[in-house]
């Protein structure tokens, strides 16, 4: 790492944008010793034994600490999945006398395939579906394995499993593996910092805002899901090829268990946490080998672990440690400078920004909004405001694309998005806050940010991780709140953490602004700043619409305001008349 | 025909146990929120402390099967203390990976104090059953049936016209208003696990003597129990009935007219065939959440 010497202010990126491999470059080296050392010195055949098993099992766990760690989707199924890599290695060079080569791939293209397909099926629905039909998805690979003797040999398994000419004995075997976990946990560990890493976090972390950020959420699910797939047949193929046999009970569903415990006890976000995991509950049992005298006795320690480690160290034993470096770097950064935050919104379409014609959304026989229409005018501050129940927060659910509406119809800026999913509209300009703050947790302030900034047709941010910190540096400074960039979420107060969600819908240059009750729960002087905000915000061009039942903000920063009132628009014009109409008086303070 | 009406009738029983169980996975669900991966191994530990209590030690049977349901009251109390409520206050994936830590736990555990073996449990009647027309009726299974039907119709009257029941049902509606109105929340949802945990049990004891009492016979069970509870609906309870009916019967033809080693593998089929195309079920499942 260099520092800037002299006492220019030099913004942080400056500092990554060294070339990666670079940066990286005690990683390969490490990574590079640990080859020699695993392929030079003089193992007895029980420790190789174990740092095979170790070696490979790594990588299968790794697959876990990508949908698991960072994508919060369980697999129940990564033996299965280990088991069709080993399988297509174990069947493919002996019973068809195909390469090595050709059948590690073949074995990882199937279990890619096999993911990918579990996952789109279920993927759409919440995490219990997912965790009971991996179960169901073990059960069957493993009935295939033990059933279908013409092909997997049954129960007696496949042996005399080749390896490739070029590692032959198994020492060289060992330093091959080694070799292949190292590039694989860089990728995995590299995983998290690119724009697919920060979009499986984000869906981690809230659905719904990383949808209305411009994130395909089922999509991203699916990779996560299928890459994790994939790394299990990797894992399965160097295992059979390490161990010459393969049979069904090793990929059974008790084995997916271990390998969710691996990854539970090291520490599921983080591809060090696995290894660490994965190397401890392989020695472990070695070194208890009386346990597994008795049948059933050390796995039921190992679910007894589950329980206690989800219980007392939720993060395992790499995010405890990693835990507490990351709070004493947020602390010791220093903030970097950004310039002035621009925003320049699109003007594809005529006068009006956002048309809404004949908008309705029933729930059953319940019309929560009933022929609505609204029209925004460019540039402008535009406020919907009604009583409770009016329908306010369903329109605008509607508006993101989080209720289908019923029928009607929306055009943002000239482009129909009436019947997009919420991450295309934030792809074609909508930005929105939530009236319930959804940040994520997880991540510093800059990095929800920056996945604000990473919007699909974003113009203003330029090539490169450097240029999305850069823009959302700038939106944070912005609001004011520039110098506390790498704090968590949690170390924020609540307004502070709404400026943060305004920073994150601006940091994506967006065409429209949705403003859901940005006012609510904030204290006076909160509010002022919130109107000061608006202000900047509006003085930019940005054109803005907000919910807010606060009538001093409302009437002072918007110039036109459409009042709904039982799922109806009662009244829409210019602010002051819009609040003096008798139909608005009567709504909101009854009539006589 | 004789042989679709005879595989008809022990369909019907054999699903009837999965409607048991997923019953309990149902209950559990609205308390909670929770899915139970455990459930399924209520009913084994049933099973396993009536071949204890009715075969090892010769007690009677109906004494054993009592004590073996007054174990599975205590499990529930076990299970909430030890495993639900100390992560009430969690999102769902930690408290269901805890759930199936609790799953592998016990069911190795009977593994390691009982063995691979799987053992035989008699069933309730002597008489092995009545033949009727061109069907032959199991007693076991018309048992099985009969307390199903009953089940029903107690969890009916127990859920809408008891104070208890419907004390339960503000809990699962809305926990902090519950609370707010004066229930004991944490005293309902230990209800709820009892009460779940003596249904799975039940239907563990109900079916130990159909098939054979083994370790592997709770994730079966489980396994059919949850794909009856997406076929009929998520948190549904006349859709876990129908689901675990309709199961039962798939499944039954399937082997009988498909392939035998293949059996465990309807169930998965089906539930993938509605994930695809009516993920909702058959009585739909709210999936949409609250912006």
Redesign the interface.
């Known amino acids: 790492m260099s520092a800037p010497s002299d006492n220019m202010p030099i913004p942080a990126p400056a500092v990554r944008s060294k070339p990666l491999l670079v940066r990286h470059s005690p990683y390969f080296i490490g990574a590079a010793i640990l080859v020699a050392l695993a392929a030079g010195l003089r193992l007895d055949g029980y420790v190789l034994n174990i740092l095979l098993q170790a070696t490979t099992f790594s990588i299968a766990v790794f697959g876990l600490s990508v949908v698991l760690g960072l994508c ?1 989707q ?1 697999n ?1 199924a990564q033996a299965a999945f280990f088991g069709l890599g080993a399988y297509a290695v174990g069947l493919g060079t002996t019973d068809l006398h195909l390469s090595f080569w050709l059948c590690l791939v073949g074995g990882c293209v199937i279990a890619l395939v096999a993911g990918a397909f579990l996952g789109m ?2 993927l ?6 997912l ?3 991996t ?3 073990q ?2 690979v493993t ?1 295939v394995m033990i ?1 279908a003797i013409w092909l997997t040999h049954g129960p007696d398994g496949v042996s005399n499993i080749r390896r490739p000419e070029l590692f032959q004995t198994s020492q060289s075997y060992l330093a091959f593996c080694v070799a292949m976990l190292a590039i694989v946990g860089y990728l995995v560990w590299h995983l998290s910092d690119t724009k697919l890493g920060r979009a499986m976090r984000a869906v981690r972390d809230n ?2 805002a990383a949808g209305v950020n411009g994130i395909d959420v089922f999509r991203t699910k699916i990779y996560a899901f299928a890459l994790c797939a994939l790394l299990g047949g990797l894992a399965g193929g160097l295992f059979a090829g390490g161990f010459a046999y393969v049979s069904p009970d090793q990929f059974s ?2 084995e997916s ?1 271990v390998f ?1 415990t691996m990854s ?1 006890l090291g520490g599921v976000a983080s591809p060090i946490g696995s290894a660490i995991g994965t190397g401890l509950l392989i020695l472990i049992p070695e070194w208890l080998r009386f346990l597994k005298s ?4 050390y ?2 320690i ?6 206690l480690i ?2 007392f160290m ?1 993060d395992g034993i790499w995010g405890f440690v990693s835990d507490a470096f990351n709070r004493w770097r947020a602390h010791t950064k220093a903030p970097p400078v950004a310039a002035p935050l621009q925003l320049r919104p699109a003007t594809v379409g005529g006068e009006f920004v956002l048309e809404v014609t004949g908008l309705s959304k029933h729930f059953g026989g319940l019309k929560a909004v009933d022929g609505v229409d609204i029209a925004v005018k460019r540039g402008g501050v535009h406020a919907l405001i009604g009583p409770n129940g009016s329908g306010k ?1 369903t329109t ?2 509607v508006l993101s694309g ?2 289908e509406a019923t029928s009607g119809k929306i055009v943002l800026d000239g482009t129909d998005i009436t019947h997009m999913p919420p991450h295309q509209r934030t792809a074609a300009g909508l930005g929105r806050t ?2 319930n703050i959804r940040l994520f947790r997880s991540m510093t302030a800059l990095e929800n940010v920056e996945l604000g900034a990473e919007r699909p047709g974003n113009t203003m941010i330029g090539k490169g991780d450097d240029a999305l910190t850069e823009r959302a540096m700038e939106a944070l400074t912005f609001v004011g709140l520039g110098n506390r960039a790498n704090e968590l979420i949690s170390s924020f107060s609540y307004g502070h953490q709404r400026l943060i969600e305004i920073a994150r819908a601006l940091a994506a240059n967006p065409t429209l602004l949705l403003l859901d009750e940005p006012a609510a729960g904030l204290n006076s002087t909160e509010k002022l700043e919130l109107h000061e905000l608006l202000k900047r915000i509006a003085a930019q061009g940005l054109t803005i619409l907000i919910i807010d039942h606060d009538m001093t903000l409302v009437s002072e920063a918007a110039q036109h305001i459409t009042v709904l009132n039982f799922g109806r628009r009662i009244a829409d014009g210019e602010s002051m008349a819009v609040l003096r109409h008798p139909d608005v008086v009567s709504a909101y303070l009854g009539s006589e | 025909m004789d042989l679709v009406l005879q595989l008809l009738f022990t369909g019907i029983g054999i699903g009837a146990v999965y409607a048991l169980v997923a019953l309990g996975f149902v209950l559990i669900f609205r308390a909670t929120n929770v899915v139970n991966f455990a459930q399924g191994e209520f009913s084994m530990v049933a099973a396993y402390l009536m071949v204890v209590f009715s075969v090892d030690l010769g007690w009677p049977y109906w004494l054993s099967f009592l004590i073996a349901l007054g174990g599975m009251a205590l499990l529930g109390v076990i299970f909430n203390l030890g495993v639900y409520y100390p992560l009430r206050h969690r999102t769902f994936l930690p408290v269901i990976i805890a759930t199936i830590g609790a799953s592998i736990l016990l069911s190795n555990s009977v593994l390691a104090i009982y063995g691979p073996q799987p053992q035989v449990l008699q069933g309730w009647f002597d008489t092995p059953g009545i033949q009727l027309g061109p069907v032959y009726l199991d007693s076991q299974y018309l048992l099985i049936i009969a307390v199903t039907i009953a089940l029903v119709f107690f969890n009916y009257w127990f859920f809408e016209k008891t104070l208890l029941g419907k004390k339960l049902q503000a809990t699962s509606q809305d926990k902090e208003m519950a609370s707010l109105l004066g229930i004991s929340v944490s005293t309902m949802i230990m209800i709820t696990f009892i009460y779940s945990a003596v249904l799975g049990g039940l239907a563990g004891l109900l079916v130990a003597p159909v098939l054979f009492v083994s370790i592997q016979m709770g994730s079966t069970i489980a396994l059919k129990a949850f794909a009856a509870t997406i076929i009929g609906g998520f948190g549904d309870v006349a859709g876990a009935i129908i689901g675990g009916l309709a199961l039962g019967v798939i499944e039954t033809f399937g082997a009988a007219y498909i392939s035998v080693p293949y059996k465990d593998g309807f169930a998965f089929l089906v539930l993938v065939a509605f994930l695809i195309f009516r993920p909702q079920g058959i009585f739909g499942e709210r999936v949409a959440e609250k912006a």
């Open positions: 919060g369980i129940l099926s279920t759409r629905l919440g995490g219990h579906y965790a009971m039909v179960i169901s998805f059960q069957i009935l059933n659905e719904l569903f008790a268990i969710l539970l008795v049948p059933g006795l796995l039921a190992y679910g007894l672990f589950v329980i989800i219980r939720p927060t605008l659910n989080l209720y939530f009236q």
